[in-house]
Nanobody
Framework: QVRLVESGGGLVQPGGSLTLSCTAS????????MSWHRQAPGKQRELVAS???????NYGDSVTGRSAISRDNAENTVSLQMSGLKPEDTAVYYC???????????????WGQGTQVTVSS
């Protein structure tokens, strides 16, 4: 069993910044790609940013230039810094990790419970 705990969501004013964090715990042999996704009401879940174990990053078009994803392999954490927040960034943000629980098993995708980010004055 792998558990993801997300933190850092909340209410932010337009133009503000915040940092989301996600920590994985449990039966972890190795974590491959870690990522953040978001889902706004009535919309499909979309990729915000991802980072491989080697540190290669990828960003969704909607946040490019306003976000930075990072990870700490020793602590099994991934963070997402966002700035210049807009009302359209309002969504539930989900952490996702591809994790191997054993060297004999393939990596499986695991989702966090989500954290609400609301951008409003």
């Amino acid at each position: 069993q792998v558990r993801l705990v997300e933190s850092g969501g909340g209410l932010v004013q337009p133009g503000g910044s915040l940092t989301l964090s996600c920590t994985a715990s449990g039966s972890i042999f190795r974590i491959d790609t870690m990522s953040w996704h978001r889902q706004a009401p009535g919309k499909q879940r979309e990729l915000v940013a991802s980072i491989t174990r080697n540190g290669d990053t990828n960003y969704g078009d909607s946040v490019t230039g306003r976000s930075a994803i990072s990870r700490d392999n020793a602590e099994n954490t991934v963070s997402l810094q966002m700035s210049g927040l807009k009302p359209e960034d309002t969504a539930v943000y989900y952490c996702n990790v591809e994790v191997q629980t054993s060297p004999y098993f393939q990596a499986r995708s695991t989702w966090g419970q989500g954290t609400q980010v609301t951008v409003s004055s």
